[in-house]
């Protein structure tokens, strides 16, 4: 009914790049999609989101991007499966073997799924994102703490959620963290405001 099922959400952190290169990083992600599809239950590769083929795989992107994905998908023995590029500056809709890219009219319920399905792809990229740089900050801010290891790292993110509330916290909200002495707060707050964090 054209409603997204959450539970097959899946992210892939990009891994083989040092820059940026879009063509690449869709390669590494389609490619680290299908090669699911071998895997069975029991498999450490296995994962219920990955079990069926998909019909449509709708690439965020040009030609570029369009032909990065085929060429990753080329490798697997895939039963038919459609492919299309969805360019989001003018709503173009690119498709194998068209020079030409499909345009739309703008009510055209198929070019609305279309865009749903992309806008929500990328209200959960997004946060996937966002969750990596605070997690990023917290590392940076936590390599000059002494007294905070792993253990006290997860419980500070865990109480705070993000580095400015951390950063914002007072001493007495320092020391009040489940799972960390409040001597290890004060010295905590302490660090934080000689270092002008405070």
């Given amino acids: 009914d054209g409603l997204p099922k959450k539970a097959h959400y899946r992210k892939f ?3 083989s790049l040092d820059g940026q290169d879009d063509f690449a990083a869709m390669a590494e992600v389609i490619s680290r999609r299908f090669s699911r599809l ?3 239950p029991g498999s450490d590769d296995w994962d219920e989101g990955f079990v069926a083929t998909p019909n449509l795989v709708v690439i ?3 030609k570029g991007q369009l032909s990065a994905a085929l060429a990753a998908m080329q490798t697997f023995d895939l039963p038919r499966v459609a492919v299309i590029a969805l360019a989001k500056k003018e709503e173009e ?3 194998p073997g068209e020079p030409r890219a499909i345009v739309l009219s703008r009510h055209n319920p198929g070019l609305q799924l279309l865009q749903r399905v992309r806008d929500e792809a990328h209200r959960f990229a997004l946060g996937f994102h966002r969750q990596r ?3 990023r900050g917290f ?3 936590f390599d000059r703490l002494r007294g905070v290891g792993p253990t006290r790292r997860r419980a ?3 109480h705070f959620g993000s580095p400015e509330a951390f950063l914002a916290a007072s001493q007495e909200e320092l ?3 489940p799972g960390v002495p409040a001597k290890t707060g004060r010295d905590i707050y302490a660090q934080l405001h000689k270092a002008g964090r405070g």
């Fill in 133 to 135: 740089r605070e997690a």
């Fill in 60 to 62: 965020d992107g040009g």
């Fill in 93 to 95: 809709v690119f498709v």
């Fill in 38 to 40: 071998e895997a069975g």
């Fill in 139 to 141: 590392e940076s801010i």
């Fill in 156 to 158: 500070i993110l865990n």
């Fill in 13 to 15: 952190a990009v891994r």
């Fill in 175 to 177: 020391e009040g963290i």
